[in-house]
Every structure is written in C-alpha cells, then in structure tokens.
C-alpha cells in the first residue's frame, strides 16, 4: 500500500505558491474552502488527513484522473458529514 507523507499548513502554502494559485483558486480545486485554507496555512487547524491525501496526490505525486476524481468525492463526503454534524443535523 503506497504511504503518503503528512502534510502541514506551511508546506501547504509553498505547494500554492509554487503552483502559482491563490488560496481560493487552491483549496476550491481540492474541495475545500479559502477560509479552511486560512486556518490550515497558518497552523490554526490541523489538515484533515483526507485533504492532506488529495494534496498529495494533486500536488506532489502523479495520479490518474479517476484516482484524483475518487479522492475529491471521499474529501467532498467527508466535508459534508462535517458541516451536517457542526449544523446539528438541521437541513433547515
């Protein structure tokens, strides 16, 4: 089974840097969102380690497509479980 390697917020920010991106245009194109990206640039939240495997695989190994379409839908999931718990459950 391939290991991916953790991720900080700084190495984070140099992979966007480096990739020439603003922190929206970064963090939407893994499913998450300018503020997150916020928080886990500057150490204030840790990266979930699904995120952290989508950075990896977007950002510093090569993937398929269908490899990188599969991790954004498992971040997207995840993403929403979390909000629908931070929400109570309400859909109102």
Do not use: H
């Amino acid at each position: 089974m391939r290991q991916t390697k953790d991720v900080t917020g700084n190495e984070a920010r140099e992979l966007r840097i480096g990739a020439k991106l603003r922190q929206k245009e970064f963090w939407e194109s893994l499913g998450s969102n300018q503020s997150s990206g916020c928080a886990y640039e500057s150490g204030a939240t840790a990266i979930p380690g699904p995120l952290q495997k989508l950075i990896c695989a977007t950002y510093m190994q090569k993937q398929s497509a269908a490899e990188l379409t599969r991790m954004r839908k498992a971040v997207a999931r995840a993403a929403k479980i979390l909000s629908d718990a931070q929400n109570g459950g309400n859909d109102d």
